[in-house]
């Protein structure tokens, strides 16, 4: 039976859970064109942290671990295969510097298995205060919670000169 144009037409598409500077819509839209906003929710059971300060020109790296306390705001976006590419080079995943992994994000329509990109290096090390400012931009433009973009603003970052 032919599926006819219609269904030839049709463009793959996997869920993406964006939680740092891809939080920004306007970002994502220039990184991925062809991929709308779906929705946004929570990852729960995992927490926002840095880590691979020696992989980052300006302090550490954002990423997710497991914690079952804590949970992480998030943008979650149907990236077609074009896009996912882009992405994986942008996300330096190519390097293998970041990894993928399927998690489940709590949105309020219902739970969705999405992937994520994972730092593959030690956590630990500082963010600069530049790059807090644009995780903390990002989630505002976001929609993010008043209260979880404050968070952000206030953590710890590396100081001028280390």
């Known amino acids: 039976m032919d599926p006819g144009p219609r269904a030839a037409s049709l463009r ?20 991925c064109p062809h991929s709308p906003l779906q929705a946004t929710g929570w990852l729960t059971g995992w927490r926002l942290t840095f880590g691979g300060e020696e992989h980052g020109w300006d302090g550490a790296l954002a990423t997710i671990v497991e914690d079952p306390i804590d949970q992480v705001f998030v943008a979650v976006y149907d990236v077609t295969p074009e896009d996912e590419r882009h992405m994986d080079v942008w996300e330096a995943a190519d390097t293998g ?9 709590s949105t309020l329509t219902g739970e969705l298995v999405v992937w994520a990109y994972v730092l593959d ?7 600069s205060a530049s790059y807090l400012g644009v995780l903390a931009d990002a989630a505002e433009a976001a929609d993010a919670p008043a209260d979880y973009v404050a968070a952000l603003r206030r953590r710890p970052c590396r100081s001028i000169g280390l």
């Not at 510097?97 to 994000?105: H, S």
């Not at 290096?121 to 963010?127: I, S």
């Open 121 to 127: 290096a030690y956590e630990g090390g500082l963010p």
């Open 97 to 105: 510097l970041y990894l993928k992994t399927r998690v489940r994000v």
């Open 12 to 31: 793959r598409v996997t869920l993406y859970a964006a939680y740092g500077t891809n939080l920004d819509p306007a970002r994502m839209a220039e990184r």
